[in-house]
Protein backbone atom coordinates (compact mmCIF):
# COMPACT_ATOMS: atom_id res chain seq x y z
CA UNK A 1 0.00 0.00 0.00
CA UNK A 2 0.83 3.75 -0.46
CA UNK A 3 -0.04 7.01 0.54
CA UNK A 4 -0.38 9.93 -1.47
CA UNK A 5 -0.24 13.72 -0.46
CA UNK A 6 -0.36 16.36 -2.59
CA UNK A 7 0.88 20.03 -2.53
CA UNK A 8 1.55 22.90 -4.62
CA UNK A 9 -2.10 24.12 -5.31
CA UNK A 10 -3.44 27.57 -4.83
CA UNK A 11 -4.68 30.17 -7.04
CA UNK A 12 -3.22 31.69 -10.31
CA UNK A 13 -4.04 34.34 -12.90
CA UNK A 14 -4.68 33.03 -16.99
CA UNK A 15 -1.09 32.47 -18.37
CA UNK A 16 0.66 31.64 -14.99
CA UNK A 17 2.30 28.73 -13.79
CA UNK A 18 1.81 26.57 -10.89
CA UNK A 19 3.72 23.35 -9.31
CA UNK A 20 2.09 20.68 -8.04
CA UNK A 21 3.66 17.70 -5.99
CA UNK A 22 2.88 14.99 -4.44
CA UNK A 23 4.96 12.89 -1.69
CA UNK A 24 4.35 8.77 -1.65
CA UNK A 25 5.15 6.55 1.22
CA UNK A 26 4.92 2.72 2.05
CA UNK A 27 5.71 0.63 -0.98
CA UNK A 28 8.66 0.66 -2.96
CA UNK A 29 7.24 3.85 -4.74
CA UNK A 30 9.27 2.48 -8.80
CA UNK A 31 6.71 -0.28 -8.95
CA UNK A 32 3.27 2.39 -9.60
CA UNK A 33 2.87 3.95 -12.63
CA UNK A 34 2.17 7.50 -11.28
CA UNK A 35 -0.50 9.52 -12.51
CA UNK A 36 -2.58 13.17 -12.33
CA UNK A 37 -6.42 13.18 -12.46
CA UNK A 38 -8.61 16.53 -11.84
CA UNK A 39 -12.22 17.17 -11.14
CA UNK A 40 -14.17 20.22 -11.72
CA UNK A 41 -17.23 21.36 -10.27
CA UNK A 42 -19.85 19.80 -11.80
CA UNK A 43 -17.52 17.44 -13.94
CA UNK A 44 -15.77 13.96 -13.73
CA UNK A 45 -12.56 13.11 -12.62
CA UNK A 46 -10.56 13.42 -15.82
CA UNK A 47 -6.93 12.02 -16.72
CA UNK A 48 -4.24 14.63 -17.03
CA UNK A 49 -0.93 12.50 -17.14
CA UNK A 50 0.91 9.75 -16.16
CA UNK A 51 4.68 8.18 -15.88
CA UNK A 52 6.32 5.10 -16.22
CA UNK A 53 7.86 3.16 -13.51
CA UNK A 54 11.29 4.71 -14.91
CA UNK A 55 10.15 7.50 -16.05
CA UNK A 56 10.62 7.19 -19.29
CA UNK A 57 7.40 7.44 -20.61
CA UNK A 58 4.58 10.14 -20.21
CA UNK A 59 1.43 10.42 -21.54
CA UNK A 60 -0.52 13.67 -20.97
CA UNK A 61 -4.38 14.22 -21.86
CA UNK A 62 -4.55 16.23 -25.16
CA UNK A 63 -6.08 19.27 -23.14
CA UNK A 64 -2.90 19.84 -21.14
CA UNK A 65 -0.18 18.59 -24.00
CA UNK A 66 2.74 21.14 -24.51
CA UNK A 67 1.35 23.08 -21.18
CA UNK A 68 1.65 20.46 -18.47
CA UNK A 69 4.91 18.40 -17.67
CA UNK A 70 4.81 15.63 -15.38
CA UNK A 71 8.06 13.90 -13.87
CA UNK A 72 9.24 11.84 -10.93
CA UNK A 73 11.89 11.41 -8.60
CA UNK A 74 12.24 7.73 -7.28
CA UNK A 75 15.13 8.26 -5.26
CA UNK A 76 12.64 10.76 -3.09
CA UNK A 77 9.60 8.84 -3.56
CA UNK A 78 7.75 12.07 -5.27
CA UNK A 79 6.02 12.97 -8.86
CA UNK A 80 5.38 16.56 -9.85
CA UNK A 81 2.96 18.27 -12.49
CA UNK A 82 4.36 21.36 -13.80
CA UNK A 83 1.54 23.44 -15.18
CA UNK A 84 2.53 26.26 -17.28
CA UNK A 85 0.29 28.59 -19.57
CA UNK A 86 -2.90 27.68 -17.22
CA UNK A 87 -6.06 28.36 -18.53
CA UNK A 88 -9.44 28.82 -16.58
CA UNK A 89 -10.71 25.76 -17.32
CA UNK A 90 -7.67 24.07 -15.79
CA UNK A 91 -9.45 25.38 -13.01
CA UNK A 92 -10.05 22.02 -10.40
CA UNK A 93 -9.05 19.58 -7.83
CA UNK A 94 -5.91 17.39 -9.07
CA UNK A 95 -5.03 14.38 -7.78
CA UNK A 96 -2.52 12.28 -7.52
CA UNK A 97 -2.54 8.43 -8.12
CA UNK A 98 -0.91 5.52 -8.10
CA UNK A 99 -1.49 2.22 -10.21
CA UNK A 100 -0.02 -1.45 -9.93
CA UNK A 101 -1.63 -2.01 -13.54
CA UNK A 102 -0.16 -1.96 -16.75
CA UNK A 103 0.38 1.92 -18.66
CA UNK A 104 -2.34 1.08 -21.10
CA UNK A 105 -5.39 0.44 -18.45
CA UNK A 106 -5.56 4.08 -16.55
CA UNK A 107 -6.57 2.16 -13.61
CA UNK A 108 -5.26 3.73 -10.32
CA UNK A 109 -5.42 2.09 -7.10
CA UNK A 110 -4.30 4.45 -4.58
CA UNK A 111 -5.37 8.43 -4.53
CA UNK A 112 -4.22 11.87 -2.32
CA UNK A 113 -7.02 13.62 -1.21
CA UNK A 114 -6.36 16.04 -3.46
CA UNK A 115 -5.01 19.88 -4.30
CA UNK A 116 -7.27 23.23 -5.02
CA UNK A 117 -6.16 24.92 -8.43
CA UNK A 118 -7.75 27.85 -9.11
CA UNK A 119 -7.42 30.19 -12.50
CA UNK A 120 -8.94 33.31 -12.66
CA UNK A 121 -9.33 35.18 -16.02
Known amino acids: QVQLVESGGGFVQAGGSLSLSCAASGRAFSTYVMGWFRQAPGKEREFVAQ????????SYADSVKGRFTISRDNAKNTVSLQMNSLKPEDTAIYYC??????????????WGQGTQVTVSS
Open 97 to 110: AASLGTWTTRQYDY
Open 51 to 58: IARSGALR
